[in-house]
């Protein structure tokens, strides 16, 4: 899978309610996915503010997964339908930057879904690998 | 700058045998603000936690990392710790590096290094901590329970037996679900009904109880404490309190095509109707959809011989709306329909389900328990019961869970046929026997060495009906031969799967499902009858496959935690609600309309929150466009210090 001394940098959003818990089935499970996912926990896919995809980005990230409960499923009813739209709309903004589409992925794991979430997970790497470096948004100014 | 100690768990070797622990406290004190990093084997036992409230003491420390087990375990327990070394306990963060570290990465350089960053995530966030007090919620003490079987009703009069009213809504028009079809009980042969049907009569007449049958529930607001659910009494076109249940009624309904739900189908029913004998309320229902008189303004006779004028063809559907504390779901199984399953040839008359056959051998049922071709009304001379049907199935047709009740129902199916037959030869296919239960392999045992059934271990392939009998093309396998055997009538123990409807109920509750259609507990070992969403617990088949003993106990459990929650006054409320920075706030009120819990007011041009009624999500805080908005414990600059520590 690897590609020379390439190692990407992934940052997960995942919510409290079925994605983190399904990442924690994962764990408990011992499905492995690779380290390069660091996930950060939200109350909700909702609370993501697609500013922080584009900072992380900024700040070197080579790939952003936001991760939710399925549609319907939603601790908080509505959150994950917000989420969608914005995801979509930031898809767009990244596409017309000229940042690949693969690097930002939204996906619905419940909690009962460790296997998705290592899946997911295994995938969603592996194409950021494919894609290589994050170097059109990277801000190098940022970089200390 | 705030003073902060960080604490690395081993978690025994859980996490130490892939995560160079001392190396990631020495990371740990390069961090800026650092003031003291140590490890310990169990960080959560009470030696640990009162490591950190000495930590807190020695170094003045002003916020807490503990880098161990996921904060869905333990983040109680190390606020707690804080709180007793008189910090805010929302000073303190967790970082996760056992769930996401040390368990999943094999390679301890990868375990180590991530371990690290996620730690540093951790340092980061902390900085940006700001204590919170949790407010407080009322709690309206009464329960729902949505079921009527024996799940719900077991829940319901425990929780009436201590003192708070608990209302039953049952889809049925009458309570007492799957149980009250069953013949005989295993692993001891008591009669369902008998040992039901008090149970009903009970949760009836209790003082704390209040039956809706015939209801759904329509909408669901609010959360823990303080429900606002709203309940759909289907029109009954019975006045309850008028009917006497003298049953004249559906002795004159002239429709008798109605396939009978009661009876699986096997024979057929009137258009008003009371499902059974025993139906708890004894009031008859119209269906609508078979009554002449609602389908053409003809007819009338019941309303003719009804001499307490109960009969009402105006009744409306009526709407209730009512407070609760908690909400139990309690709403049970199906079989799974076996449509995709044509090699069994289920279309056969001869071919029936476990549940078909309970009615059969009924005396209660449609032959008044005598056991019959359904084609040709003679007495079989063999039965053959066929095992795991859609049961342990990993294609996609079938389901890949064990159903557990069934190795047990055939059992006993076996030996009743035995029992009251003996000249009946039955047969039984099975892959394994499955029989972890209190005096249930003996009861298995006694049905293959006293009652001399034929077990067989293999599969079915395909049966094929031919008229006078049925031909099974199966496999013996411990035989090691292929076989064609005849039999005149042939059962299914067709796999269950929860009711279709628990998915809208769990959507309307915000409660989780699993892929199976499963309700997810809170803890598949802690906390088997919570589900994740507070104030709402899980009881009987909703939550997994399980027999009537299983049920009745967790039954209990859950009325246990139901009772625990609504003998409390108030509750604390999460702390982590919105926020609005007045000097910031343009006025748009566009976070009034994202916000799914109307907590957001607007007035004179500026937005406030009503902490009572916010629950956190952050919807609003990413909608805000001027940034005013924020949530407390994840807020913008938390956040952003995360993603930041995480692409150092």
């Known amino acids: 899978m690897s590609v020379g001394e390439f190692k990407p940098l992934v940052v997960a959003f995942c919510c409290n309610w079925c994605s983190y818990a399904g990442a924690d089935l994962a764990g408990t499970s011992r499905l492995q996915y690779p380290a390069e996912v660091k996930i ?37 009813s509505t959150g994950n339908y917000y ?47 494919e894609l290589g470096e994050n170097r059109r948004l990277e801000d190098w100014r940022c970089k200390s | 700058m705030k003073r902060i100690g960080v604490f690395v768990c081993h978690c025994g070797t859980n996490i130490a045998a892939t995560v160079d622990v001392v190396k990631v406290v020495e990371a740990a004190k390069l961090e800026p603000g650092v003031v ?46 804080a709180a007793k070394a008189g910090l805010n306990p929302f000073m303190v963060e967790i970082s996760n590096i056992r769930e996401q570290c040390s368990w999943i990465h094999k390679d301890s350089k990868d375990g180590t290094e991530k371990s690290i960053i996620l730690t540093r995530a951790a340092i980061a966030k902390v900085h940006l901590n700001e204590p919170l007090h949790p407010g407080e919620s009322k709690v309206t003490k009464r329960a729902l329970v949505i079921g009527g079987g024996i799940a ?41 009904a008998c040992i039901l049907t008090p149970k009903m009569v009970d949760a009836a007449a209790h003082e704390n109880i209040t039956l809706h049958t015939y209801s759904e529930i329509e909408k669901v607001e609010g959360f823990v404490g303080d429900f ?13 309190k008028n009917c006497t249940g003298c ?35 004894n009031v008859p229902v119209i269906d609508k959809t078979q009554c002449i008189k609602l389908k053409t ?20 559907d009526e709407l209730i709306t009512e407070k609760y504390g908690a909400v139990i779901i309690a709403t049970g199984y199906d079989q799974i329909s076996l449509e995709k399953f044509g090699e069994y040839s289920y279309n056969s008359p001869d071919v029936i389900t476990g549940l078909e056959f309970e009615r059969l051998t009924n005396a209660a049922g449609p032959t008044g328990g005598d056991l019959i071709r359904l084609s040709d009304k003679k007495k079989p001379r063999s039965v053959t019961f066929i095992q795991c049907i859609g049961s342990r199935d990993t294609s996609k047709r079938g389901k890949p869970y064990c159903s557990k009740i069934c190795c047990m129902y055939t059992a006993k199916h076996a030996m009743l046929i035995r029992d009251k037959y003996p000249q009946i030869e039955v047969n039984v296919f099975y892959i394994d026997v499955r029989t972890p239960g209190k005096n249930f392999d003996e009861f298995y045992r006694r049905s293959a060495e006293e009652y001399g059934v034929n077990y067989i271990k293999g599969q079915v392939g395909k049966i094929i009906d031919q008229g006078e009998f049925l031909t099974l093309q199966s496999v013996d396998m411990l035989g090691g031969k292929r076989m064609d055997l005849q039999t005149d009538l042939v059962v299914l123990a067709t796999a269950i799967e929860p009711v279709k409807s628990v998915r809208i109920i769990a959507s309307m509750l915000t409660a989780s499902i699993d892929t199976n259609n499963f309700m997810t507990e809170a803890h598949p070992k802690l906390k088997p009858v919570e589900s994740p969403t507070a104030g709402v617990f899980l009881s009987g088949v909703c939550q997994g496959p399980k027999d009537i003993p299983e049920t009745v106990a967790q039954a209990g459990a859950t009325a246990a935690k139901v009772i625990g929650l609504l003998v409390k006054d108030k509750l604390m409320t999460n702390p982590c609600t919105a926020e609005s920075n007045e000097k910031f706030c343009n006025g748009c009120s566009a976070c009034t309309k994202v916000c799914p819990y109307g907590a957001i007011a607007y007035d004179d041009g500026i937005v406030h929150v009503n902490k009572a009624l916010c629950q956190g999500c952050g919807a609003c805080a990413v909608t805000c466009p001027s940034g005013a908005m924020d949530l407390q414990g994840f807020s913008n600059r938390q956040l952003m210090a995360e993603v930041d520590a995480i692409c150092r």
Not at chain 1, 61 to 72: L, Y
Not at chain 2, 50 to 71: H, Q, R, W, Y
Not at chain 2, 177 to 188: C, E, I, R
Not at chain 2, 302 to 308: G, S
């Open chain 1, 40 to 76: 950060i926990k939200v109350p909700c896919s909702c609370r993501v503010n697609p500013l922080f995809v584009l900072r992380a980005f900024q700040k070197g990230a080579d790939g952003v997964i936001i991760c939710g409960c399925h549609p319907g499923d939603c601790h908080y």
């Open chain 1, 83 to 129: 989420t969608r739209r914005r995801i979509t709309l930031l898809y767009s903004m990244l596409d017309y930057l000229g940042i690949e589409k693969g690097r930002t992925h939204l996906e619905w794991v419940s909690a009962a879904e460790g296997v998705k979430f290592a899946t997911v997970m295994n995938k969603f790497v592996e194409q950021v690998y």
């Open chain 2, 152 to 192: 719900g009703i077991q829940t319901a009069l425990d929780i009436a037996e201590a003192g708070f009213p608990v209302d039953i809504v049952e889809s049925t028009p009458s309570i007492g679900g799957k149980m009250a079809q069953l013949d005989k009980t295993f692993p001891t042969l008591d009669c369902s």
């Open chain 2, 228 to 240: 606002t659910i709203t309940i759909r009494k289907k029109a009954r076109y019975v006045d309850m």
């Open chain 2, 297 to 316: 303004g003809k007819c009338g006779l019941c309303e003719k011989v009804c001499t307490p004028k109960a009969i009402v063809f105006d009744q409306q």
């Open chain 2, 247 to 281: 049953g004249l009624c559906y002795e004159k309904c002239p429709v008798k095509k109605a396939p009978s739900e009661f009876e699986q189908g096997l024979i057929k029913r009137t258009a008003i109707y009371t499902p059974f004998a025993q139906a708890v309320p």
């Open chain 2, 36 to 81: 003291h990093a140590a490890e310990y084997p169990y960080l959560c036992s009470e030696a640990g936690q009162n490591m950190i409230i000495k930590a807190v003491d020695e170094f003045g420390l002003t916020g807490v990392v503990v880098s161990a087990c996921s904060p869905r375990m333990h983040e109680t327990t190390f606020r707690k710790a």
